[in-house]
């Protein structure tokens, strides 16, 4: 008598899916492992089945197959690996049995790191920090901007963009020097302005970077903003975002990306979107991008005092305005609001590597001059914020900014 099929709640990833992944279900049948997942839907046989344990301390199912290679279906539900219809099958019970020594050494090596991790904290850090650096080159480049692509969208249903055909138009002429200097970046830029009075910009991986309309109006020249888009674009570069991700997503994952098998990454990245939007790099991070942003300005003939020379102005104007604030909880939203300097803190040690980094000055007229391209980007934000969004009053307020943090 044919046993009746179970089920089993999935996720699965596939181009034809919204967003290029969703959740769904399966069952298990005599026929083989069936799937519906939105409209996609069909029957894997047993034969040429692949059945791997992922994700952090392996909790996870994944399932691919030889027809369907673009296909990856992924299970919490480890129950799964004791249905008798796939235990029946040779090859599937083969994987199954492996899959189990491997979750048993999982859990060894893990506790293995653990104890690691209370007898040499500092190294154990230094390591991960390491390790998420060789996991990040593993991860596809497509991952990337599909989590880039998906954190943009959700911050413009929060903010208001300058189209982008209006956008291109003033951003491209000072950008493209920039963007050109790149070595072999395997990214295609996506640069945007958002309706935002805080002097911040951001930077998501795969290649997305977004400006505050306050950032370009309180720029005091074109070197100025130049100098905090290249910091921002040597995040992307850098794959500091990425790493970000992967640092949380525990030991024996990054261990696991490191020698290779990536497809643990898949679930941590379908659920990464919340840490991109509130995230703040760590003080390695901003001074990698600090330098690797010099090094570009300098290759595009960029003038590079501009960065320090923003942020030393940013924390006069803070530093003038904080001595006028009495009230200490206000003191803190003030420097909330001020963007840039909260989510890229400065010292006096940061701003003194700046200028070593950038080394004597040239003259002015060794560098390249876009000052007639930034008063024409200026002009174009001044009147798409003045201009208000369809169905919103003129005079309505600005609110907090709500956007993801770099």
Not at 269 to 297: C, H, I, W
């Amino acid at each position: 008598m044919e046993l009746a099929s179970s089920k089993y709640p999935c996720h699965a990833f596939h181009a034809s899916l919204p967003g290029g992944r969703d959740t769904g279900e399966l069952s298990l049948s005599q026929l083989g492992l069936s799937y519906q997942v939105a409209s996609l839907l069909g029957t894997l046989p047993f034969a040429q089945l692949e059945l791997t344990l992922g994700g952090a301390a392996n909790k996870l199912v994944f399932i691919k197959h030889a027809h369907k290679p673009d296909l990856v279906l992924y299970t919490s539900d480890l129950s799964i690996l004791k249905n008798p219809v796939l235990l029946a099958h040779p090859e599937c019970s083969r994987q199954i049995s492996a899959a189990g020594r491997k979750r048993a050494y999982g859990w060894g090596a893990l506790i293995g790191f653990s104890l690691l991790l209370i007898a040499v904290p500092v190294g154990l850090m230094w390591q991960m920090d390491t390790m998420s650096a060789y996991a990040a080159k593993q991860v596809p480049i497509e991952w990337e901007e599909k989590l880039g692509a998906s954190v943009a969208a959700q911050d413009d249903l929060k903010n208001r963009r300058m189209p982008k055909a209006e956008a291109d138009v003033v951003l491209k002429p000072l950008t493209a020097p920039l963007l050109q200097a790149l070595p072999n970046s395997p990214y295609r830029y996506s640069i945007s302005i958002v309706n935002d009075s805080g002097a911040n910009a951001y930077a998501l991986p795969g290649g997305y970077v977004a400006i505050h309309s306050g950032l370009i109006l309180k720029a005091g020249s074109a070197e100025e903003l130049l100098g905090v888009l290249a910091h921002e674009i040597s995040h992307v570069e850098e794959r500091h975002g990425t790493r970000n991700i992967i640092g949380n997503a525990g030991i024996y994952l990054v261990a696991s990306a490191v020698f290779g098998d990536v497809s643990g990454l898949l679930a941590v990245f379908s659920n990464a979107a919340p840490m991109l939007l509130s995230q703040q790099y760590s003080r390695r991070f901003e001074t990698d991008a600090d330098e690797k942003g010099v090094l570009l300005l300098k290759r595009a003939n960029i003038n590079p005092a501009g960065l320090p020379v923003f942020f030393e102005r940013m924390i006069a104007e803070e530093k003038a305005a904080l001595e006028k604030i009495d009230n200490k909880q206000a003191r803190e939203a003030y420097k909330q609001a001020m963007g840039l300097l909260s989510t890229h803190p400065t010292s006096e040690k940061r701003m003194a590597h700046l200028r070593e980094l950038i080394g004597k000055p040239e003259k002015p007229e060794a560098y390249l001059s876009q000052e007639a391209a930034f008063k024409d980007l200026q002009e174009a934000v001044k009147k798409f914020v003045a201009k208000p969004a369809a169905g919103e009053p003129k005079d309505k307020p600005a609110g907090p900014s709500s956007t993801p943090q770099s």
